[in-house]
């Protein structure tokens, strides 16, 4: 089984070990990568990074289950939770199949980094071991460029 994931959102690829939260950078929850969106204001929508089922959607994170049984979350942000959905708008429900490069939240980067927040998106495949996945630090994505490649 291999499983292609795409970034969900435009910006620098930073890798988990710059995501301000222990629970990302020691990949506690899953190996994975993270995308900084670019610091021009204004809303973007987040894309799915999986085809898939959406298992858990807030507006701060979401969770595809892919066809392999395989979960990949997007975290919007970190401690953005406190925001309570604040400048978020989902654009799907939990329990609605997407294809790979579906929007299902939008938001505004720089609002977040307004309140003091980083605005770092870290994309995990959940339950794997840490260096699992490998991806290119220092890369430029936009929405549905290959972001990395789990299993073989």
Same mark, same amino acid.
Not at 26 to 37: C, H, K, M, R, S
Not at 44 to 70: R, S, Y
Not at 84 to 100: I, K, N, Q, S, Y
């Given at each position: 089984?291999? @499983? *292609? ?9 930073? &890798? @988990? ?9 020691? *990949?506690?929850? &899953? ?5 900084? #969106? #670019? !610091?021009?204001?204004?809303?973007? *929508? ?7 089922? @959406? ?5 701060? !994170?979401?969770?595809? $289950? ?6 990949? $979350? ?9 925001? @309570?959905? *604040?400048?978020?708008?989902?654009? %799907?429900?939990?329990?609605?199949? +997407?294809? %790979? &490069?579906? #929007? +299902? ?6 609002? +977040? %980094? %307004?309140?003091? $927040? ?16 490998? &991806? ?6 936009? #929405? ?9």
């Amino acid at each position: 089984m291999s @499983l *292609e994931v795409v970034s969900p959102v435009a910006g620098e690829v930073v &890798g @988990l070990a710059a995501v301000p939260d222990q629970v990302f950078s020691d *990949e506690l929850v &899953g190996a994975g990568t993270a995308v900084e #969106p #670019p !610091a021009a204001e204004g809303r973007i *929508e987040v894309v799915a990074p999986v085809a898939g089922a @959406l298992v858990k959607v807030h507006p701060h !994170a979401f969770v595809v $289950l892919g066809a392999e049984g395989v979960g990949v $979350l997007v975290h919007l942000g970190i401690d953005t939770v406190e925001l @309570l959905g *604040e400048g978020f708008e989902l654009l %799907r429900a939990e329990g609605d199949t +997407v294809e %790979r &490069g579906t #929007p +299902v939240v939008a938001f505004d980067p720089a609002a +977040v %980094r %307004r309140r003091g $927040l980083s605005a770092v998106c870290p994309v995990v495949v959940l339950d794997t071991a840490p260096g699992a996945v490998t &991806g290119t630090v220092g890369a430029q994505v936009r #929405p549905g460029d290959p972001l990395f490649t789990y299993g073989s």
